[in-house]
């Protein structure tokens, strides 16, 4: 046998591509200066960062000689470098200190550094399960930051997180009032004022000023920029990492939000309130004086599970602060607490607006039938059983529709022979068949659409449960037979590896589910296949049923298996009770001689009146047969 070789054109070909590669990568190579002005650019960053933090502890190490032994030579410093500000620097309070204030639900610590809150601990709530012994910290090793930029009457720039507040702690009858002040002089100062009350979420925040009227340039708003960092608190990140999400009130009641992803940015007018929201926690700084112009931004920081497991997203709210008559006068307030629909409620404030309920009809749903129906139950009973109760009872709502759906189904499955003649006998005339067809409906008193309108008017209910359950708070770390927590998956086997969509572990309630669905679409195709002919030139219903029995049970399983287990568990009970209710309306309710009976009869009285709907549908058939004759005339 004779052996293949390479041919000259071969050998050049290949010559010719591996120089073309060579080439390439020569072009695609990063211009030196480029690189250079990169590097360069690093530096004089990573050196400005530097300069900055040396200069601050130069102004500490001052402070502290200033307070401790009164150096005229620091204190000279400190004016030199913070103007009339220098006067903080030189209190006793010019320290790394912090104030404690709790009340029963919730403990924060103030730092006289900034001024602002450095940790949040919920006392009620434990983070990723029951009895983990880990309290929920919304705020803690500096993942949040309270600054307000001080421009000064000389052209100082300066920043209130580096620089050192004076606390002062007080009591009005059961209250707690923490006043941090940031001293220019004896009686000039910029004050952050922290009210808290017994057994409250929200905490007084006043921002005022006083005799900086002279010390601030007061021709321009000042900008208070809050980041936050926000912790893992649940036991699925990417679960969590979907409902968390900057939320802001602006233009009158309007609520809105920032939305998913890297970068996502919105500037917001005459905001209200700005609310760094988590799946259950969330942090809310609102004002009674609304913010001109805000910028809110949104970063992911979970691009691997596996790895990215401390924080979920990066919050930025940059805020003006408006001077009234040369000061400075707002009164805030911050939440920390649950994201729970009746705590937030009860502030009257749209607060529980955050809560993503649908748009609509799925939210009134939501509103006014779920989370009331929910409530009552889940006060009365355990939280598993309420689902199951709950589910029972809206399904019970839902029957009479279930009953014209499948009645209608029987009607049109009786109907099938003569339809079929129709189609046989008008084969070669698709507009004369549906015509026809038509007048077989009206004759016979049967609406080809009453089997889709109870189907539609069961979907809003349907949506509504896939935003109710997932924000119900009721629902964390309740358990209920095998699931620890309602609120998150119920993982029965952990997998050594990772299927992509699915992920490492198996939930049995969207298995349940997913048997489920495949029962009952197995049950209900032949009636469909039957109720509905294949039409020609219309794609074969028939075969996309069969197709969608197996495709929507492995949908349930993909899709739910990090869900919450509450959201599957009542899928799995309204399946089971649709094939119940399907079997028992089939066997005792529903007989197809009768149906059948009465069609006959019914096809011997005058035909009703055609509905506007058929009316038109008729008129569009005969004007589409009149166009086609008049082009086939031609």
């Not at 942090?283 to 009674?288: A, R």
Request: proline residues 4%; charged residues 25%.
């Amino acid at each position: 046998m004779e052996q293949k070789k390479l041919d000259i054109n071969s050998i050049v070909g290949f010559v010719l591509i591996f120089g073309i590669l060579i080439w390439i990568m020569y072009q695609n190579q990063p211009d030196p200066k480029v690189i250079a002005a990169e590097k360069a650019k690093k530096e004089l960053v990573a050196k400005a960062a530097k300069a900055k933090e040396l200069a601050q502890k130069s102004i500490e190490k001052a402070a502290v000689a200033v307070a401790t032994t009164g150096d005229s030579t620091q204190l000279a410093q400190l004016q030199n470098t913070l103007g009339n500000f220098a006067y903080s620097a030189t209190l006793p309070s010019a320290k790394a200190d912090f104030t404690t204030i709790e009340n029963e639900v919730v403990q924060l610590k103030i730092a006289n550094k900034g001024g602002f809150i450095v940790e949040a601990v919920l006392k009620q709530h434990e983070k990723f399960k029951k009895g983990s012994g880990k309290l929920v910290e919304l705020i803690k090793d500096n993942n949040t930051n309270l600054n307000i930029t001080l421009q000064t009457a000389d052209n100082r720039s300066l920043n209130t997180k580096d620089l050192y507040f004076e606390p002062s702690l007080s009591k009005v009858g059961e209250d707690q009032i923490l006043s941090m002040k940031l001293k220019a002089g004896a009686d000039e100062f910029l004050e952050y004022k922290y009210i808290l009350k017994p057994n409250d979420y929200m905490i007084g925040f006043d921002v005022r000023s006083q005799g900086l009227n002279k010390v601030l340039n007061t021709s321009k708003p000042l900008d208070l920029q809050w980041t936050m960092k926000t912790f893992r608190n649940e036991k699925s990140i990417s679960y969590e990492n979907r409902y968390t999400e900057v939320y802001f009130e602006h233009k009158e009641g309007k609520i809105d939000y920032v939305g998913q992803g890297e970068n996502k940015e919105e500037n917001a007018e005459n905001a209200t309130f700005v609310a760094f929201k988590q799946h259950f926690f969330s942090t809310i700084l609102l004002t009674d004086k609304p913010f001109a112009t805000s910028k809110l931004v949104s970063n992911n920081l979970v691009n691997d599970e596996a790895i990215d497991t401390v924080y979920t997203k990066q919050f930025t709210a940059d805020l003006p602060l408006a001077f009234t008559n040369g000061e400075l006068d707002y009164k805030m307030n911050w939440y920390l607490g649950p994201t729970d629909y009746k705590t937030l409620h009860k502030y009257d404030k749209n607060l529980e607006k955050i809560i993503s309920l649908g748009w609509g009809i799925f939210g009134w749903i939501n509103k006014f039938i779920f989370i009331p129906l929910f409530g009552f139950l889940s006060s009365y009973i355990a939280y598993g059983i309420a689902i199951i109760v709950f589910t029972i009872l809206i399904k019970i709502a839902m029957s009479p529709i279930t009953f014209k759906s499948f009645l209608s189904q029987a009607k049109m499955k009786v109907l099938r022979p003569e339809i079929a003649e129709l189609g046989e006998k008008f084969k070669k005339d698709p507009m004369k068949k549906q015509q026809e067809t038509m007048k077989l409906y009206n004759k016979a008193g049967v609406n080809p659409m009453a089997g889709c309108i109870p189907a539609l008017i069961q979907l809003p209910f349907m949506y509504a449960s896939f935003q109710f359950f997932p924000s119900a708070f009721e629902l964390r770390q309740k358990s209920f037979l095998w699931a620890d927590d309602l609120s998150s998956f119920d993982e029965v086997v952990k997998l050594p590896f990772h299927i992509p969509l699915y992920g490492d572990h198996i939930s049995l309630f969207p298995v349940l589910a997913a048997i489920a669905i495949f029962f009952y679409m197995k049950m209900t195709s032949g009636d469909q296949q039957m109720a509905a002919p294949q039409q020609e030139g219309m794609p074969d219903m028939a075969q996309m049923m069969k197709i969608m029995i197996y495709v929507s049970p492995l949908m349930m399983l993909f899709f739910f298996n990090s869900y919450g287990a509450g959201l599957s568990l009542y899928n799995f009970i309204s399946n089971l009770i649709t094939i119940g209710n399907m079997i028992v309306i089939k066997k005792y309710f529903i007989d197809s001689d009768k149906i059948h009976a009465q069609i006959q009869e019914n096809k011997l009285k005058e035909p009703k009146k055609p509905s506007k709907f058929q009316q038109k549908l008729q008129e569009a058939m005969q004007q589409a047969e009149a166009q086609k004759a008049q082009k086939n005339k031609k």
